[in-house]
């Protein structure tokens, strides 16, 4: 089915052949009409299903079909949880904008470097913001920009844009925002808060699920390595070094705190490994310095925390590393899509102790799978042992998890906080 079929015309059609898009996938054959029709969107597909291109076209189009103003009424507002993938979404809103030949503005804004460029990029207005929460905000307190005629708000990583730190920003939002729009929310995943936050927020929203075909599903092989989490940095140099994967491959290993990247890179540094920390708090130069060296296979290694298991694509990554295991089992997901992509076969390995038995297992359970334990010989679990300290005589990176995957007790839940985020934002 040629794109043009779908409504889009023939420019557009023209320009998604011309960036590769040569036959629609089903999100984009499934999103793309309701879209034009203003319809609003919950759409559910696997990462690398063309969701991107699947809200961009028919939202270019409208925006080619709106009259124009002096300065630019800001029509369509992006957003998206990560840097990153602030950077890939803009990018690819560009590029097909570019190939229009038509005078279509797009400023991508997000933290970590400075906001002055931003504000002048919005001199004059802009058709098109992909942007994170927080910077977005602060352009609004800027009075850089004015969010009062959005005709239609996206919703990238859904699921992830309501984590913890996103959801009272989006709420912000959300009440700076027409009533009369058009909502369209994308993830791979979802979970009970973004299926809360839709009720709240869509109208009659078109449900686009798109299962993955069973010869379309990652080539990813899962282990699971029983071991104390004092003994876990040492076990990770140990295969980095000795199996067949190694030594030259590139490995993305994730830990749950800021802390854990510095300290397991700098173990793996001082064993002789290129590695290097990735977390939230490095500049944006200082990230894209690591990304760039690590595509580069300059760095062998790069531990992250869960902000790159979002937008970051790293072609031909054959390993990737749970030092520490994610909270949810959808970041899970996330994680392990870092490798086996674009048809390339992947390796995904879980360090499991007793202490996250529990929640690897509902891991395992919420996939629908069974990965057999390990045990490397030399770093098998020792009973009894808490394991404080690490080889090193320091702390162990801490795990952060609890059995039940994060149940806080007597505390609000999530879904109890989103679902009043959302009252305030309506």
């Known amino acids: ?3 043009a079929s779908l409504g889009l015309t023939s420019p557009l059609a023209r320009v998604a052949a011309d960036q590769g898009f040569v036959h629609p996938t089903p999100i984009q054959t499934a999103a793309i009409p309701a879209i034009l029709q203003g319809r609003d969107v919950l759409g559910l597909a696997q990462t690398g299903s063309g969701k ?9 189009q409208q925006v080619l079909g709106a009259r124009r103003s002096t300065p630019r009424r800001l029509l369509v507002l992006i957003l998206v949880p990560t840097r990153e993938l602030a950077d890939q979404v803009g990018g690819v809103t560009r590029e097909l904008a570019d190939g229009l030949g038509a005078p279509v503005k797009i400023v991508t804004a997000f933290g970590g470097v400075s906001i002055n460029p931003q504000m002048m990029a919005l001199r004059g207005g802009a058709d098109i913001v992909v942007a994170t929460p927080g910077r977005l905000l602060d352009l609004v307190q800027h009075n850089a920009l004015n969010l009062g005629e959005v005709a239609a708000l996206v919703l990238d990583e859904a699921d992830r844009l309501l984590d913890l730190g996103f959801a009272a920003e989006l709420a912000e939002i959300l009440a700076l925002l027409p009533p009369q729009r058009q909502s369209l929310f994308f993830s791979a995943t979802f979970a009970d808060e973004v299926q809360a936050l839709a009720t709240a927020l869509l109208h009659e929203p078109v449900r ?5 075909e069973p010869d ?7 282990r699971a390595i029983e071991v104390d989490p004092p003994k876990r940095a040492q076990l990770l140099k140990h295969l980095i070094q000795t199996s067949d994967w190694g030594p030259e491959a590139r490995v993305l290993v994730f830990a749950a705190t800021k802390y854990a990247t510095e300290l397991v890179a700098h173990k793996l540094h ?10 939230g708090d490095l500049s944006q130069g200082g990230r894209r310095d ?8 300059e760095l062998q290694v790069v531990v992250a925390t869960d902000v790159a298991a979002r937008g970051i694509d790293i072609a031909q990554l054959p390993v990737v590393v749970n030092f520490d295991l994610p909270r949810s089992p959808d970041d899970y997901i996330h994680r392990i899509g870092r490798t086996g992509r674009a048809g ?3 390796l995904a390995i879980s360090f499991v102790s007793p202490d996250t038995e529990a929640h690897f297992r509902l891991i395992e359970k919420r996939q629908g799978l069974r990965v057999p334990r390990e045990r490397i010989a030399g770093f098998e679990p020792v009973p009894g042992e808490a394991g404080e300290l690490d080889e090193d005589g320091l702390p162990a990176a801490p795990q952060g998890l609890d059995p039940n995957g994060g149940v806080k007790g007597k505390r609000k839940s999530k879904k109890d906080k989103l679902r009043e985020a959302a009252a305030r934002g309506g």
Do not use: C, K, W, Y
């Not at 991107?52 to 270019?60: E, Q, R, S, Y």
């Open 290 to 297: 690591v990304l760039n060296a690590f595509r580069a296979s």
């Open 216 to 222: 379309t599903r990652p080539d990813i092989t899962q």
């Open 52 to 60: 991107t291109a699947a809200f961009v076209l028919p939202l270019l």
């Open 1 to 3: 089915m040629p794109f």
């Open 270 to 279: 001082r064993a002789g490994i290129h590695a290097a920390a990735f977390h």
């Open 208 to 212: 686009i699920e798109v299962p993955a």
């Open 344 to 346: 390339a076969s992947g």
